[in-house]
T-cell receptor, first 113, second 111 residues
Framework: KAGVTQTPRYLIKTRGQQVTLSCSPI?????VSWYQQTPGQGLQFLFE???????NKGNFPGRFSGRQFSNSRSEMNVSTLELGDSALYLC????????????FGPGTRLTVT | GENVEQHPSTLSVQEGDSAVIKCTYS??????FPWYKQELGKRPQLIID?????GEKKDQRIAVTLNKTAKHFSLHITETQPEDSAVYFC??????????FGKGTSLLVTP
């Protein structure tokens, strides 16, 4: 099976702009989680979707949002970008409803200038 | 919310030695504890996980132990090899899908 894929892999945006990142899970996986990775804060949970429903959300401002489509592909959106949003954004998919065994994609490196 | 502490932050061992990384968690409701390995510029890779109904799990040179009473779990790597060099992250979760990660341990295995 193909692994988790994310597009784009690299992105440079300006403060105040918005950005949309995409994640395609492993075929058959219905749970998709998103994480932000930075050198200072490490890996932090953003949100998770299962069957197009957000089941859990981390401690991030409302500028961070996401959605999941009927084919389990997911997108996350960040509006009004800030310099501190520069990070590696990782998505992970899981085979079961429980969410155990998450497999990560390669990430999208977002740089905000 | 859940707080996961991971120690040490860096660890250097000689090839063939064992390496141990320890994590503690704060939420007694957490029941799932995976470990990830992340090589430079690569995605985190799930290497082993344990659920709260099990005290120990082994997979070849890797083992994880869990002490629910003390709320800590550890990763043990035996017969380390240079290719084991990477950053290792522990995580805890009560849902399975919302992982709370430790800050990571940078492991260096020198030949």
């Amino acid at each position: 099976k193909a692994g988790v894929t994310q597009t784009p892999r690299y992105l440079i945006k300006t403060r105040g702009q918005q950005v949309t990142l995409s994640c395609s899970p492993i075929s058959g996986h219905r749970s998709v989680s998103w994480y932000q990775q930075t050198p200072g804060q490490g890996l932090q949970f953003l949100f998770e979707y299962f069957s197009e429903t957000q089941r859990n959300k981390g401690n991030f401002p409302g500028r961070f949002s996401g959605r999941q489509f009927s084919n389990s592909r997911s997108e996350m959106n960040v509006s009004t970008l800030e310099l501190g949003d520069s990070a590696l954004y990782l998505c992970a998919s899981s085979p079961g409803q429980s969410g155990y065994e998450q497999y990560f994609g390669p990430g999208t490196r977002l740089t905000v200038t | 919310g859940e707080n996961v502490e991971q120690h040490p932050s860096t660890l250097s061992v000689q090839e063939g030695d064992s390496a141990v990384i320890k994590c503690t968690y704060s939420d007694s409701a957490s029941n799932y504890f995976p470990w990830y390995k992340q090589e430079l510029g690569k995605r985190p890779q799930l290497i082993i996980d344990i659920r709260s109904n099990v005290g120990e799990k082994k997979d070849q040179r890797i083992a994880v132990t869990l002490n629910k009473t003390a709320k800590h779990f550890s990763l043990h790597i035996t017969e380390t090899q240079p290719e084991d060099s990477a950053v290792y992250f522990c995580a805890a979760s009560k849902t399975g899908y919302a992982l709370n990660f430790g800050k990571g341990t940078s492991l260096l295995v020198t030949p």
